[in-house]
């Protein structure tokens, strides 16, 4: 089917047409609502108007995106593009190439500056502890900016005024989403024909000598370890958020996206489960990474009663709700005789990266997960998956659970070291 809307001619999407996966039990109020809400993106042409992720923003402590945009080099397939500047901000854009996102990260020039995103993670014991320190959300690339953000209007979405855009110095050539109350993350979009390249109008553009010297020393090591064409793009984005907030999150990511829900899966052991979208548009995540959404199956006054353990509750009570990982794709295979996921890890360990347990999984079960510290400049953690053969999925159940309990593990640890300090 087909729809003019304001004279442009749209796709009718079908955003209902893909089975659910998983054990995971949602409310009636969420069946109901899922599937009206999906209807109605497709039906006034939203779905086919909000395309892949264009940008993702991370936001480091002043003094530490020298040292991450290293780390993100070492780590990851990701290049420094340029640096631009700005009176309040640097922001470094990291590319690939223009088929996945690009990465901006960036670090506010005065300790003492005080914004929305930094009051997001003052009120929290571990986030307040580095108040900068955030991912922000991702910028989808679409086809008319002024409908989207009409009928985003129309649906009480609300948006920062350019006024606000200017303050916060975020790009004007965006209508950007204000936070969140489910996730604390926004969206943005952008009005980008697909043929032309990503420009940021973000500051004046320099290549800065350390930025590119802590690039190149990063890249160099990369490729020593050989490991260079080993790491792919970005697999997917894992957020954590309150337990009562699990299925309004979802909703509410659906509403603002042209994602569509993959499936929910229950971790019992973890007192948790995972909650997956994925873009209608792109088969391949490398294009437009999943969205995963990890909650608590009961709140934390339960644990008591409950008598499991509760991380991902424990995380949001000590962080806020924010991103917790990024996960990136190692390509299938094997170097020196092991699984890559084993050689990657190996290599950036003995280089002095720190992660939270030994790679999980197996290559019967047809996957290989594994997290890394979380970064001391962002506070995200890596995950590095690998999956065998024709394996289609996020995860295993028995992965996810020891994923869950050693990150929990870190934070508890985290959460002591904050309040000595205080």
């Given at each position: 089917m087909h729809l003019v809307f304001n004279g442009i001619f749209l796709?009718?999407?079908?955003?209902?047409?893909?089975?659910?996966?998983?054990?995971?039990?949602?409310?009636?109020?969420?069946?109901?609502?899922?599937?009206?809400?999906?209807?109605?993106?497709?039906?006034?042409?939203?779905?086919?108007?909000?395309?892949?992720?264009?940008?993702?923003?991370?936001?480091?402590?002043?003094?530490?995106?020298?040292?991450?945009?290293?780390?993100?080099?070492?780590?990851?397939?990701?290049?420094?593009?340029?640096?631009?500047?700005?009176?309040?901000?640097?922001?470094?854009?990291?590319?690939?190439?223009?088929?996945v996102p690009d990465i901006l990260v960036r670090e506010v020039r005065n300790p003492d500056y005080h914004g929305i995103f930094r009051s997001l993670n003052e009120?929290?014991?571990?986030?307040?502890?580095?108040?900068?320190?955030?991912?922000?959300?991702?910028?989808?690339?679409?086809?008319?900016?002024?409908?989207?953000?009409?009928?985003?209007?129309?649906?009480?979405?609300?948006?920062?005024?350019?006024?606000q855009m200017q303050d916060l110095e975020l790009p004007v050539n965006m209508a950007i989403v204000k936070p969140s109350p489910y996730t604390h993350n926004i969206v943005g979009y952008w009005e980008r024909?697909?043929?032309?390249?990503?420009?940021?109008?973000?500051?004046?553009?320099?290549?800065?000598?350390?930025?590119?010297?802590a690039y190149i020393n990063a890249k160099n090591i990369q490729k020593n370890l050989g490991i260079e064409n080993l790491i792919l793009p970005i697999d997917h984005l894992a957020t954590r958020v309150y337990s009562q907030n699990r299925e309004v999150a979802i909703l509410e990511y659906l509403t603002l996206s042209s994602y569509y829900y993959w499936g929910s899966y229950d971790i019992h052991d973890q007192n948790s489960s995972t909650n997956v979208t994925k873009s209608i548009h792109f088969k391949d995540e490398r294009n437009s990474p999943a969205k995963v959404f990890t909650a608590a199956n009961n709140p934390y006054f339960l644990n008591h009663i409950v008598g499991l353990p509760s991380p991902t509750e424990s995380f949001v009570r000590n962080y806020g709700p924010r991103l917790h990982h990024?996960?990136?794709?190692?390509?299938?295979?094997?170097?020196?005789g092991i699984a890559n996921i084993d050689y990657v890890v190996d290599v950036i360990r003995a280089n002095?990266?720190?992660?939270?347990?030994?790679?999980?999984?197996?290559?019967?079960?047809g996957l290989k997960q594994i997290f890394?510290?979380?970064?001391?400049?962002?506070?995200?953690?890596v995950e590095y998956v690998q999956r065998f053969g024709d394996f289609d999925g996020f995860f295993t159940k028995k992965n996810v659970a020891g994923l869950t309990a050693a990150a929990g593990v870190e934070e508890n640890l985290k959460l002591m070291q904050a309040q000595a300090s205080r």
């Open positions: 796709v009718i999407m079908n955003s209902l047409i893909y089975p659910i996966q998983g054990d995971k039990y949602n409310s009636s109020w969420f069946n109901e609502y899922l599937i009206k809400l999906l209807e109605d993106r497709d039906r006034i042409g939203l779905t086919d108007m909000i395309r892949q992720v264009d940008a993702l923003i991370i936001n480091v402590e002043p003094g530490c995106s020298v040292s991450y945009v290293g780390e993100l080099a070492l780590m990851t397939p990701y290049n420094y593009l340029v640096t631009l500047e700005s009176e309040t901000y640097s922001t470094h854009v990291l590319r690939i190439d223009m088929s009120v929290y014991p571990i986030g307040a502890f580095k108040p900068n320190a955030r991912y922000m959300g991702e910028i989808f690339r679409v086809t008319n900016l002024r409908d989207v953000v009409e009928i985003q209007k129309s649906r009480e979405i609300r948006f920062f005024s350019p006024e024909p697909e043929q032309n390249i990503r420009v940021y109008d973000l500051g004046v553009s320099v290549i800065r000598d350390d930025v590119n010297q990024v996960a990136l794709i190692v390509a299938d295979g094997e170097t020196n002095g990266k720190d992660f939270l347990l030994d790679v999980i999984g197996s290559k019967d079960e890394s510290s979380a970064s001391e400049h962002s506070s995200l953690i």
